[in-house]
């Protein structure tokens, strides 16, 4: 069996960071390679997001310097996790393992050992876990350890503290291309694939250059598509919550009308008051989550294309000696 890996890795207006990201994963998958765990057709591939900065020519450069970089330039910006997919099901045929991971090196690369370790003794999925976040701030800490938490209890089930650092084999990623959604929530597909997984730990550094790409509000519509694409708890939570309003409201009946028998209605404005704007806060709230999974159903009925390659650069070949290599 020969162990090509192909890193993936989405980019968006990363021009700041990426001339080092490429010489540190060079050099991190050079030595892989002389350690031969890893093949000399393994490649770098960067995703070009749609950029509005120089990334894809900085992408296009490395290729055209050195053979081990490749690239995909989308036809837009598609989101990460688009990106993403787009990254996994362009290289699958090439490689016999991939991993995937962000362009700003947060996660710690040299976990990179760990799991194509664990890929050698026949592991399938590979999941990269962060087992502190001292260095990000209190608010990103609270906020993400928040996401995921939400996210289990409402039943979308995710790894804990698990973000899309992961090795995949081949054979998963020919599983996760028969999931044909157009809402794609990878962190909660890939459990779902099956086959043997393992987890490795890696402590989670600081982005060392540009800003996050991902602020609060960006997170939290991630939370919802997340949830609404993995489950449909919201929405027996309402008919729960419709029910106990019922109840409540058999109890009002009859307390009115002992009211009204006993002579004493003219009190309550306030009462009224409160539960008008309660009660319609909740329609609202409740006809929103409908329309949220609606809106959802209208997409996947519709099943347009998840992301548009514009251009593919790779040099799968070996053999060409003056560009380069490990
Ligand atoms: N990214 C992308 N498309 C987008 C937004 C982000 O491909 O629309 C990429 C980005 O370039 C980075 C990764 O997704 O490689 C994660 O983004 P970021 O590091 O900004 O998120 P954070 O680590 O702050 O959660
Ligand atoms: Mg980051």
Not at 54 to 83: M, P, Y
Not at 227 to 254: A, E, H, N
Request: net charge negative; proline share 2%; with cysteine.
């Amino acid at each position: 069996m020969e162990n090509i890996l192909y890193l993936v890795i989405p980019c968006y207006n990363e021009e700041a960071v990426l001339p080092e990201t490429a010489a540190r994963l060079h050099k991190k998958m050079g030595d892989l390679v002389r350690q031969g765990k890893i093949d000399k057709k393994s490649r770098i591939i960067f995703v070009n997001d749609g950029s509005e900065d120089r990334t894809w020519e900085l992408i296009c450069g490395l290729h055209q310097k050195d053979k081990v970089f490749g690239g995909i330039n989308l036809s837009r910006n598609r989101g990460h996790q688009n990106a993403l997919l787009a990254g996994l099901m362009t290289v699958k045929e090439y490689a016999d393992m991939v991993i995937s991971m962000d362009a700003d090196l947060q996660d710690d690369i040299n976990a990179m050992d760990a799991m194509v370790e664990k890929y050698l003794n026949g592991t399938d999925i590979v999941y990269g876990v962060r087992s502190s976040r001292e260095r990000d701030s209190f608010f990103k800490k609270a906020t993400a350890e928040g996401f995921y938490k939400a996210m289990n209890a409402m039943g979308a089930n995710t790894v804990f503290n698990h973000a899309d650092y992961r090795l995949m084999s081949r054979r998963a990623l020919e599983g996760l291309s028969q999931y044909g959604e157009v809402n794609l929530f990878l962190r909660g597909i890939v459990p779902m694939i099956g086959y043997s997984t393992d987890v490795v730990y890696y402590e989670r550094g600081e982005r060392f250059a540009g800003e996050s790409k991902y602020p609060l509000g960006k997170m939290l519509s991630f939370a919802v598509e997340g949830i609404t694409s993995l489950s449909t708890k919201p929405i027996r939570m309402i008919t729960g919550l419709g029910f106990f309003i019922f109840i409540v409201s058999i109890g009002m009946l009859i307390y009115s009308l002992v009211r009204h028998f006993t002579g004493a209605t003219i009190v309550g404005w306030t009462t009224l008051m409160v539960s008008v704007w309660a009660i319609g806060g909740l329609i609202l709230l409740s006809l929103g989550v409908v329309g949220e999974y609606i809106g959802k159903i209208y997409l996947e009925t519709k099943a347009r294309p998840r992301f548009i390659m514009e251009q593919f650069l790779n040099d799968e070949e070996n053999d060409e000696e003056e560009r380069n290599g490990w």
